[in-house]
């Protein structure tokens, strides 16, 4: 396919490795030729690369396979999940996962992105809730106010919350973000 075709979420190999592309914007600039600006994050690493390629520039796109895993456990360095249909066991490094896994916990589903059998990534859910396991005391009087103070996650993550959000209470997370979102 042609890099003018390119759109987001699309999955392109580029010098042996796999990228998602992020955004593709088309320019042109007076009397040159057009090019695209492609933003990708490579899906081994993480890291995100920026690609200039002319509109007519050949891509090989990769069809990805989406799979429904299911989180079983951590290890040392490992994680392992359950293939929900063939209930295969799947085990991903901490490289593959990268900062996805402060929102693992166990029995969470998953998807998993899969390349002739072989999973190159994990998607989490955008929102998630979980419980606030610490955080300092709210108090009489606290408002939805832009004062926040930090608090930590089931799962570990520590992210800023309201004055009022106290330890026990569930709030829904932008995984995209860290962000907080409501309580629950």
């Known amino acids: 396919m042609d890099a003018i075709d390119l759109k987001p979420?699309?999955?392109?190999?580029?010098?042996?490795?796999?990228?998602?592309?992020?955004?593709a914007t088309h320019t042109h600039a007076q009397q040159r030729r057009a090019v695209i600006r492609v933003k990708a994050k490579e899906l081994k690493t993480g890291?995100?690369?920026?690609?200039?390629?002319?509109?007519?520039?050949?891509?090989?796109?990769?069809?990805?396979?989406?799979?429904?895993l299911s989180y079983l456990y951590r290890d040392a360095s490992d994680f392992h999940f359950m293939n929900s249909l063939t209930y295969e066991e799947i085990?991903?490094?901490?490289?593959?996962?990268?900062?996805?896994k402060v929102y693992l916990k166990e029995n969470m589903e998953v998807t998993g992105l899969a390349y002739e059998g072989n999973?190159?990534?994990?998607?989490?859910p955008i929102f998630m809730e979980l419980k606030i396991v610490e955080t300092e005391p709210g108090f009489k009087g606290d408002t939805v106010q832009s004062a926040k103070k930090p608090a930590?996650?089931?799962?570990?993550?520590?992210?800023?919350?309201?004055?009022?959000?106290?330890?026990?209470?569930?709030?829904?997370i932008d995984t995209r973000t860290n962000e907080y979102q409501t309580r629950v």
């Open 152 to 172: 930590k996650l089931e799962t570990g993550l520590v992210i800023q919350v309201p004055l009022f959000i106290n330890t026990g209470d569930t709030v829904k």
């Open 9 to 23: 979420g699309m999955v392109i190999e580029v010098d042996g490795s796999f990228y998602s592309v992020i955004s």
């Open 47 to 68: 890291r995100a690369n920026e690609f200039v390629w002319r509109s007519d520039f050949r891509i090989n796109h990769i069809l990805i396979e989406e799979i429904s």
């Open 91 to 100: 085990v991903l490094s901490s490289d593959v996962i990268a900062d996805k």
């Open 119 to 124: 999973v190159l990534d994990i998607n989490i």
